[in-house]
């Protein structure tokens, strides 16, 4: 969001409002290495680099941690080249400006973390944590066992398998079939990906869990705050997995 300079310089606790115009008028302030004298000119202070007297302008946001339960229809990316919803306008109320953590297809549903704390998502998505996602698929046709023993061993994915997966029949049917499917990778496109490998189009896609965060009862197109208690569990059971992983090569 833009906000005239001299509001910025304000809000950030540097000095008055009026006293920031002195700054700018004075010549001592620069937008991206730039002096501006300008009054009038719109910032925004999270993209461009804002020094107010030899002070770099900073605000130390507060972190936030939603959980979205993100409907059909809503790319994951921050814009969209082709104007599709996005889904940070789906966070209503929310002033910060939140990320999503990985990615889900434009027609996937479900459960998607959107955070401030760069640092937090990095270590979730990190393959080496592991961290478990859980799918409820449904699929054209009725998928045979020895199909299901298949996706649960790992099947080659452009030239490299994936790892093994948990997957539970919920209902076999002739025209079509559900599946819940639990993998810890996040290859782009994996479970449509993995059900076309053992002949299966994915007809509809849910993520009903990220972690041991599940979606209860948050009804489409709605968010919540997570708790610290989410936080510790969902960082704890990466954590956890790196350390079980490491005492695994030991024993080896
Ligand atoms: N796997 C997919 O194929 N799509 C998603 O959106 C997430 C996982």
Redesign the pocket.
């Known amino acids: 969001m833009k906000e005239r300079l001299q509001k910025i310089i304000a809000r950030a606790g540097i000095c008055s409002r009026r006293a920031a115009e002195t700054l700018i008028r004075d010549g001592k302030v620069s937008v991206d290495g730039e002096v501006v004298t300008e009054m009038g000119m719109k910032v925004d202070h999270r993209i461009q680099k804002v020094i107010a007297d030899r002070i770099h302008v900073r605000f130390t946001e507060k972190k936030v941690y939603v959980l979205l339960n993100k409907p059909e229809g809503y790319v994951t990316t921050m814009n969209d080249p082709q104007g599709r919803p996005i889904v940070t306008s789906l966070l209503k109320g929310i002033k910060e400006r939140v990320y999503p953590v990985g990615?889900?297809?434009f027609?996937?549903k479900g459960a998607l973390i959107l955070t401030n704390d760069g640092e937090l998502a990095q270590r979730i998505q990190h393959p080496s944590f592991e961290v478990k996602?859980t799918?409820v698929v449904r699929v054209q046709g009725a998928p045979t066992n020895d199909a299901i023993q298949l996706l649960e061993a790992g099947v080659e994915l452009e030239g490299k398998m994936t790892a093994p997966a948990q997957v539970k029949v919920y209902r076999r049917g002739k025209k079509d079939s559900v599946l819940e499917i639990t993998?810890h990778e996040?290859?782009?496109?994996?479970?449509?990906?993995?059900?076309q490998a053992i002949g299966h189009h994915?007809v509809e896609?849910t993520?009903t869990a990220y972690g041991n965060l599940n979606l209860g009862s948050l009804p489409s197109g709605k968010f919540r705050y997570l708790s610290t208690s989410d936080l510790t569990r969902i960082t704890k059971t990466a954590k956890k997995m790196r350390v079980s992983k490491r005492v695994n090569k030991r024993r080896k």
């Open positions: 990615r889900l297809d027609e996937t996602k799918y993998i996040g290859r782009k496109h994996q479970v449509r990906k993995m059900c994915c896609l993520r």
